[in-house]
């Protein structure tokens, strides 16, 4: 009786230990499938942010610039596409590196649009720069006697449209600060941590006396704008900004960046992506975004 107990026994527990190790082999299987799974999704994902890159350096690489300045801002750009490209070639697969390739993704292309607008506006300025030289021309082959007035009307209209494009800004940033007690700012990007938003900027150009505010708009993960909040209207057009910024002619001459700080419209800021305008008037003269964990 003893010997049939332990058969019976040693069969019972060899069935109990043939299905454990099927259940095992079963979910190392579902394991390894799910693991290539995750791969071969973050490959392709790679891929479809190299391919959207080269998107972007190829409508860089088919524009044509209107002026030297636009031609360097355009080679300047197409450079770090190019090296986040060679970059992205030799980084890791994770879901935090191609986030971040995916928030430059962002930048760029708001950084593209401002840049080919700013483009295109130059390049329609420059065709009636064109146009008007046509017409003084004839005006001038048609009457001797008014050359001198022509030649001065033609100046004019070269002087209105270096004007209308002297200012520029550039090295557009922001962080998160923490003052401290001591006055010190330390950089942070921590939402919770944080008590204000700098930003800082270059300016490039010949000050316009007549333009010679900033307002600087901060749009809060909720499409809302923080800070002062305050409104005006251009031309019927209507602008909601976080604060103004009175141009310095003394920072502008020695290349000197300035700053501001942006307070929260509650305690504390909130996490995600924020974005930051600087216009002139109704004119966006350039963008970022800052990412606030």
Request: glycine fraction near 2%; charge should be neutral.
């Amino acid at each position: 009786m003893n010997t049939i107990g332990n058969n019976k026994a040693l069969k019972v527990l060899t069935t109990v230990l043939v299905f454990l190790l099927l259940g095992l082999g079963i979910y190392t299987i579902k394991f390894y499938n799910t693991v290539q799974d995750n791969e071969l999704e973050l490959v392709r994902e790679k891929e479809m942010i190299e391919v959207e890159l080269r998107n972007i350096l190829r409508k860089y690489d088919a524009q044509s610039a209107a002026t030297s300045a636009v031609r360097q801002q355009l080679a300047s750009a197409q450079t770090r596409i190019t090296k986040l490209i060679d970059s992205l070639a030799t980084s890791k697969n994770t879901r935090e590196v191609l986030r971040n390739y995916r928030i430059e993704i962002i930048k760029l292309r708001d950084q593209r649009d401002l840049l080919l607008q700013k483009n295109d506006s130059l390049a329609i300025l420059t065709q009636n720069l064109q146009n008007e030289r046509t017409a003084v021309k004839k005006a001038f082959d048609s009457s001797l006697v008014e050359r001198d007035s022509l030649r001065l009307q033609n100046q004019a209209l070269k002087e209105e449209l270096n004007a209308k494009v002297v200012l520029s800004v550039d090295s557009l940033n922001a962080s998160g600060i923490i003052i401290r007690r001591s006055g010190k700012h330390l950089v942070n990007d921590l939402a919770k941590r944080i008590d204000n938003i700098e930003v800082c900027y270059l300016l490039h150009g010949d000050l316009d006396t007549s333009e010679s505010t900033l307002y600087i708009q901060i749009i809060d993960p909720q499409n809302n704008v923080i800070g002062d909040r305050t409104t005006i209207t251009f031309d019927e057009k209507v602008l909601t900004y976080s604060a103004t910024k009175k141009v310095d002619p003394q920072s502008v001459q020695t290349n000197s960046s300035q700053c501001l700080l942006i307070e929260p419209n509650n305690s504390k800021f909130q996490e995600g992506i924020y974005r930051v305008n600087i216009f002139q008037r109704d004119h966006l003269m350039a963008t970022t975004l800052l990412q606030l964990d």
